[in-house]
């Protein structure tokens, strides 16, 4: 027992657990992908043919952009929205608790329920909004409702992540700005934005990655409707696997999305710098 | 599901007795359905009673299709399966994985003589009959709000030209003229398979079934779908129909509230208006007619589409297929079972059944729909049922953009013609 660390043993669990339900089926899908598979049968190699499929599948380049479109409206909305509601409740308002409470209570429901629910309350004709606009029936509309429900079911969670942090802040950081006369804006900009950096981080990755993969909200709320307008890659991938049947090129699909995942997390990882962070514990 | 399980488990533990020879219970799977599924276990204890062993397996409609799909070939397969019969049931059959039930048919001559023609047609694939029918016939008709007629003066459309004209009355009248489940495709569907099929006849359609995707080219599509684009520009179905489900019940409600004029439904409509608007269909609100004729058109006005029955099916690989064949053969055409399928309003595929119709729940509706079969020189199974579930799935999503007017007739036929 040399080392403070704890033997390499430990991890086997982990990985074993990590190869039997992540690597190996990632690795069967990619062998899919080079596949046709309808289903029946035994899949049947078919070379490259799915992959240059992909390239001319112009529904899927659509659906592509459709998710890119999602991930960054959703972002847009949710962060700050997500970041004032936190720190706003960090602090010792009387109402805070009980407000923090009501906001917190779309994430107790499950996703199946929340799109039921706004599929009702959108309904053009016994819904909560007759007369207005065509929320779900719209197509240059529909993709921004899907934000909306979607944001409206993770702001509370990342609330929460804001909330946490904002609350590690050091009020000594916050007195010394009062001393110095500081406003609240300038407190905010200059100490508690800062402070949740690595928060915004981390629930950015969370938000974005989470949105390349939402998948049952949109299923239950709009099935990629109106048309295809809110047909979005993970949901285009399952119509090609489980109504079409087309499980070898819903398995390249597939591929493709992990691949963007994967390079969505580094790329946000390294813009922001996350990898050389050291513990915020110290000098604070 | 958990009745279902404990139904399996049931089943497993009372296998094979003395002396016989296949493994155990004919595993049936059918899809899920709180009446029918009684009636089905009914047939499932008849056919106990004569000293067979069977058990029901029941499933949703889209996990059905996906569980069958996946189990079919492989030693969890059911030993006989629900379809709807056409393309649905060919690919199986391509697959090699669906028995060849014509020798049993023609042995019990009586029981394939049960069975209307047309509907037994609806599991055959070349010369061969792959399934027999278990279920009641399930037309597509338009059905209509009586009392939203009778305020507008105005009589059910026979042509498609009375149809265009009552579209314009309704529209004038602040109603929407036909009420329409557009976040589903399947109910647009229907327009496009009525249409055609009036417009030229059932062979178009049949074509690019048998022969493939360029069938679509036919210059009859392009009239049929520009007919249909007039209907929608028009105004007949409201700008809202885009999110209008008939799952949760958006389009048959504006019916029975008199929001909308008509709806082009399957024949389950009724049951499900009975369910869900009681007081429209015992009021004697609801009323139905056949999709209208178009002039000029060189379709049969009789013919229909829908879902031409249910069938049962075996699967090649079972150990049970003698047990198989004697169940299709000896329980479906059973006076006990086609009397309860009559109770539960279904209209069973069976020839003769006039008198028993009569003791139906609503017996004008049955025998409407019975003599409409009758009398159909074609009966089209769905699109979406009869083409292979790739092609299939692609023209539903053409055709949503089509209602959306993202895509015009032309380029409709261009995409579906091109996969």
């Not at chain 1, 802040?169 to 100490?191: N, Q, W």
């Not at chain 2, 297929?321 to 279904?346: C, M, Q």
Request: aromatic share 10%; glycine share 8%.
């Amino acid at each position: 027992m040399s080392s403070q660390r704890p033997s390499a043993w430990y991890a086997v669990p982990a990985f074993a657990f990590f190869a039997l339900f992540a690597a190996l089926p990632m690795l069967l899908v990619i062998y899919l992908s080079f596949t046709a598979w309808d289903g029946l049968g035994s899949p049947a190699v078919n070379g490259g043919e799915n992959w240059s499929r992909l390239l001319e599948d112009s529904e899927a380049r659509a659906s592509v952009w459709r998710t890119l479109l999602l991930m960054v409206v959703s972002w847009l909305v949710q962060t700050p929205i997500a970041l004032l509601i936190g720190v706003w409740a960090a602090g010792k308002q009387r109402s805070r608790a009980v407000l923090s409470s009501i906001f917190f209570l779309p994430l107790l429901l499950s996703t199946a329920a929340i799109a039921l629910l706004w599929q009702a309350l959108l309904e053009p004709n016994f819904g909560a909004f007759v007369g207005g606009p065509l929320f779900l029936g719209d197509p240059d509309i529909a993709l921004y409702t899907v934000v909306l429900v979607i944001s409206w079911q993770f702001i509370p969670f990342h609330t929460l992540l804001y909330q946490g942090a904002a609350r590690a802040v050091p009020p000594s950081l916050y007195e010394a700005a009062t001393l110095d006369g500081a406003s609240r804006v300038s407190k905010f900009r200059h100490i508690t934005l800062p402070q949740l950096r690595y928060t915004v981080v981390t629930s950015s990755v969370l938000m974005l990655v989470g949105s390349l993969t939402t998948f049952d909200t949109v299923l239950i709320l709009t099935n990629g409707g109106p048309g295809t307008a809110t047909r979005i890659l993970p949901l285009h991938m399952y119509i090609t696997g489980f109504s079409g049947f087309e499980m070898g090129y819903a398995s390249t699909i597939a591929v493709v999305l992990v691949v963007l995942g994967t390079a969505l997390s580094l790329a946000v990882m390294r813009w922001s710098g996350f990898r050389s962070m050291s513990s915020q514990q110290e000098g604070s | 599901m958990g009745l279902v399980a404990l139904t399996a488990v049931v089943s497993a533990c009372g296998t094979s007795g003395p002396g016989e020879t296949n493994t155990g219970a004919l595993k049936i799977w059918a899809l899920e359905d709180p009446v029918l599924n009684k009636i089905e276990n009914q047939s499932i204890d008849s056919f106990k009673a004569g000293g067979g062993n069977a058990s029901l397996e029941t499933f949703g409609n889209d996990p059905y299709k996906q569980r069958l799909r996946v189990a079919i070939g492989s030693p969890q397969a059911p030993d006989l399966f629900f379809n709807w019969g056409g393309g649905n049931l060919k690919e199986y059959v391509d697959a090699g994985k669906v028995a060849d039930l014509t020798s049993v048919l023609e042995e019990n001559k009586a029981v394939k003589d049960a069975f209307i023609p047309s509907v037994l047609d609806g599991a055959k694939l070349g010369d061969k009959y792959y399934g027999v029918p278990m279920r009641g016939m399930q037309p597509v008709l338009l059905f209509f709000n009586k009392k939203v007629f009778t305020e507008a003066g105005a009589q059910p459309p026979t042509t498609w030209d009375e149809l265009l004209t009552l579209v314009d009355t309704f529209k004038a009248k602040g109603i929407t003229p036909i009420a329409l489940a557009g976040t589903q495709a399947w109910t647009e569907l229907m327009w496009a398979e009525y249409v055609l099929d009036r417009v030229a006849g059932p062979e178009v359609f049949k074509n690019i079934r048998d022969n493939g995707p360029a069938g679509w080219k036919d210059p009859a599509v392009v009239e049929a779908m520009t007919k249909l684009k007039d209907l929608i520009d028009r105004g007949a179905f409201g700008t809202s129909f885009a999110s209008v489900g008939y799952d949760a019940g958006g389009a048959s409600t504006i019916l029975a509230q008199g929001k909308a004029a008509m709806h082009l439904m399957g024949s389950w409509e009724y049951t499900n208006q009975l369910d869900q608007s009681p007081d429209f269909v015992k009021n004697g609100d609801l009323g139905w007619v056949a999709f209208p004729s178009i002039s000029g058109g060189k379709g049969d006005a009789g013919n229909l589409v829908g879902n031409v029955s249910n069938f049962y099916s075996a699967t090649t690989d079972s150990k049970s297929l003698d047990a198989a064949k004697k169940f299709v053969t000896t329980e479906l055409n059973k006076d006990s079972y086609i009397e309860a399928l009559v109770a539960a309003g279904d209209v069973p595929p069976v020839v003769g059944a006039e008198e028993k119709l009569k003791k139906s729940p609503n017996p004008e509706y049955a025998s409407f729909i019975y003599e409409l079969v009758l009398d159909s020189k074609n009966f089209q199974l769905s699109w979406d049922q009869d083409l292979p579930a790739d092609d299939a799935t692609f023209m539903l999503t053409q055709l949503q953009e089509f209602f959306l007017g993202k895509v015009s007739p032309q380029q409709f036929v261009d995409a579906v013609a091109a996969r």
